[in-house]
């Protein structure tokens, strides 16, 4: 397995393969990596001969109040376990090489980018477009493999991808889960063992809205009051959002007619996080 921190080393070893007819598979991380992570890889892996991993603490993604300087970085740890998985390259730069003194430049995907996470956090997708668009850039992948976990996130960059023509198929694989339910975050470690078990109320809050769709229910905002019931019996969750939206505008829907996204984050303690699940469509519309 290659290492490599240099832009212009990676851009090459990109044009190499091109040139010898390998297709690229990538995958974008923040490090920290866990099972969840690790499955995007094998997903890289059926679609491309050459799979890439970066792992870059994206500082324009934090804002001011959050967790950047404290987010886990274990790249050594990190690496064995991409080596474990035969990732041929893994691309570490450093922030002053992603962001030189002088950049000005930002990707902002409008309207998109201000919903569900974008809403109370400000900023933080335009730095996930921006950084996105400059791997993409400098990997030239084939393929770019993201979670599903991170739903809003993969609704801004299929616009952005859409928008500037970006010649990249985004590829979402399925949210990874503990046995208990808890959805995989890099941001897990930072739980107590009490609000760990807290936390289990975000997959049950999505299970029983589930449970509610299964037994025919299509109103959205009768599912969303489900769900919300739910989450209230959890005094520690300090909820951000619970929404059942259109999975590629993230507007609310009235029902389930073309399908949609439940989505919710709530806090616990200091350690936010987020869960969420595809409701397939339903009603006249669908049939």
């Known amino acids: 397995m290659r290492i490599i921190h240099d832009i212009r080393e990676m851009q090459t070893a990109s044009r190499a393969a091109r040139i010898q007819g390998s297709a690229i598979g990538f995958v974008p991380t923040m490090g920290a990596l866990h099972a969840g992570h690790l499955s995007l890889v094998r997903r890289a892996r059926t679609l491309s001969s050459l799979v890439v991993v970066s792992i870059f603490v994206n500082p324009l ?26 990732v041929d390259i893994v691309f570490a730069p450093s922030p002053q090489q992603m962001y030189p003194a002088s950049a000005t430049t930002v990707v902002h ?13 400000p900023g933080h997708f335009r730095g996930v ?18 979670g599903q976990k991170d739903a809003a996130q993969v609704a801004v960059l299929r616009r952005m991808v859409r928008d500037l023509n970006m010649d990249v198929e985004l590829v979402v694989a399925p949210i990874v889960r503990e046995a208990d339910g808890l959805a995989l975050s890099s941001r897990n470690i930072y739980l107590t063992k009490e609000q760990r ?61 073309q399908g949609a996204l439940a989505a919710v984050a709530a806090s616990f303690g200091s350690t936010r996080l987020i869960d969420n699940l595809l409701l397939p469509p339903r009603g006249s519309d669908a049939a």
């Open 129 to 146: 477009s921006t950084v996105v668009a400059k791997l993409f850039h400098i990997v030239q992948p084939d393929y770019a493999v993201f």
């Open 197 to 257: 078990l807290q936390a289990l109320v975000l997959h049950r809050a999505l299970l029983q809205l589930e449970a509610c769709v299964n037994s025919g229910e299509t109103s959205a905002e009768k599912l969303r009051a489900v769900a919300l019931s739910v989450l209230a019996s959890e005094p520690a969750a300090k909820l951000d959002y619970l929404e059942v939206v259109h999975p590629d505008t993230l507007d609310p829907v009235t029902d389930l007619a």
């Open 61 to 86: 993604q934090f804002g001011p109040t959050e967790d950047f300087s404290q987010y886990p970085r274990t790249l050594e740890a990190d690496c064995a376990k991409l080596e474990a998985e035969n």
């Open 109 to 121: 995907v409008e309207g998109l980018s201000d919903k569900l996470d974008g809403r109370s956090r």
